[in-house]
């Protein structure tokens, strides 16, 4: 007896805390909107987008890209170089084909020159975060989404991201005892 009145004890408040989770979403959107913050529409419905007032304009750093391979890949940044200003948000994508005729499982460690560089080049995305997965054959354009932080020294004008992709070993097999 006492274990199914703890029982609807505990459903009773699983149920409420699964209603106030839900009503917690309505909620934060309109204290947010109501005190200013965090609000994407304006009253209009319209969408306000803010110049990224971090971005320096007064000068330009160039970017140069490169992709080594250390396996059985094709792997190449699809532009050389480009210039950027300090705090623009900028995307470069990276190819890679997988030449063999087996999956394998391969990851991309980045490097920076000069490596006083390397604090001020910020990734927002990149196909390094994570292992990557290509199946035999497969081809595929990987993004790296990134800025250069504005405090970047201003005698560095140029910047070489490169990067390493090789196969990562030991992964695990699928076998008849898993």
């Not at 196909?127 to 005698?155: G, S, W």
Request: one cysteine or more; hydrophobic letters at 40%; charged letters at 20%.
């Amino acid at each position: 007896m006492e274990n199914r009145v703890l029982l609807r004890k505990l459903i009773i408040i699983a149920v409420v805390m699964f209603g106030f989770a839900y009503a917690l979403n309505p909620f934060y959107r309109q204290i947010c909107e109501a005190l200013g913050l965090n609000v994407l529409t304006q009253k209009d419905g319209t969408v306000e987008f803010d110049k990224n007032t971090q971005v320096d304009t007064t000068r330009d750093v160039t970017i140069e890209f490169d992709g080594n391979a250390q396996g059985p890949w094709r792997f190449r940044p699809t532009v050389n170089s480009m210039k950027v200003h300090p705090g623009e948000l900028t995307t470069v994508m990276y190819e890679v084909v997988n030449t063999q005729k087996r999956e394998m499982h391969a990851q991309a460690i980045p490097s920076y020159a000069p490596q006083s560089a390397t604090p001020y080049f910020l990734k927002v995305e990149c196909f390094c975060f994570k292992q990557q997965t290509l199946k035999a054959n497969e081809a595929r354009q990987m993004p790296v989404v990134f800025y250069i932080d504005p405090k970047l020294p201003k005698d560095v004008k140029t910047i070489t991201l490169s990067y390493t992709f090789f196969e990562v070993g030991g992964g695990l097999v699928k076998t008849a005892a898993n």
